[in-house]
């Protein structure tokens, strides 16, 4: 694996720059979509793809090798504001909450945003320090099919609920002192993960 592939993207103090993790197994157009989304409407000036080694929620015994991963991930990504790492490797970290008390020890001044589909709001409940998360840095939900409803109504969208700012604030966004988050609505693609894999696996 390249020491670029492991090294963190540019980044300077003042810059607003989203961080969008997952296992990307394999990244879709789902993932640019919603990364193009949260560029334009929260005026990002960056979207860090954060590739992780594995998902502490899910079976990873099957995952392909992560330089895979970003190889793939970097192709479909195809835009110059969005950065594709592995940074996670090198931090060693396993759990999101983790991974971003150390982005924000490395990079002091940035204003970063957690960014997430709806259909990761509808769990966030379970994840590892969920409410520090949501304490550690402002959050931008970007909508997905089967899930607007659902998330909504999960644990965590109840518990953020008084921090929620309405859609035509997101250039407002990274500039707010967490708890911080928004819901936002827009074009939306119905492919996941899940499905390429399964289509994959049939031909």
């Known amino acids: 694996?390249?020491?670029?592939?492991?090294?963190?993207?540019p980044h300077a103090p003042g810059l607003r720059i989203g961080l969008?993790?997952?296992t990307f197994n394999p990244a879709h157009d789902g993932h640019r979509m919603a990364?193009?989304?949260?560029?334009?409407?929260?005026?990002?000036d960056r979207v860090w793809w954060l590739v992780t080694p594995g998902n502490p929620l899910k079976d990873n015994h099957a995952l392909p090798p992560l330089t895979q991963r970003i190889a793939t991930a970097r192709a479909l990504a195809n835009h110059g504001h969005i950065n594709v790492t592995g940074i996670e490797a090198t931090l060693r970290t396993r759990y999101t909450a983790d991974t971003l008390r150390q982005l924000k020890r490395r990079c002091p001044g940035v204003r970063f945003v957690w960014i997430m589909g709806s259909d990761n709001l509808a769990n966030f409940h379970r994840w590892n320090e969920w409410r520090t998360i949501a304490r550690m840095m402002p959050i931008a939900v970007i909508d997905r099919p089967g899930s607007t409803h659902r998330s909504i109504a999960s644990p965590a969208a109840n518990w953020m609920a008084r921090w929620r700012l309405s859609e035509n604030q997101g250039a407002a966004?990274?500039?707010?002192?967490?708890?911080?988050?928004?819901?936002?609505?827009?074009?939306?693609?119905d492919l996941s993960s899940t499905y390429l894999r399964g289509l994959a696996e049939s031909n």
């Open 1 to 9: 694996m390249s020491a670029e592939e492991l090294r963190l993207p």
């Open 35 to 44: 990364s193009l989304t949260a560029l334009r409407r929260l005026q990002l």
């Open 20 to 22: 969008f993790g997952g």
């Open 173 to 189: 966004l990274p500039v707010r002192t967490p708890p911080a988050w928004i819901f936002l609505h827009g074009r939306r693609s």
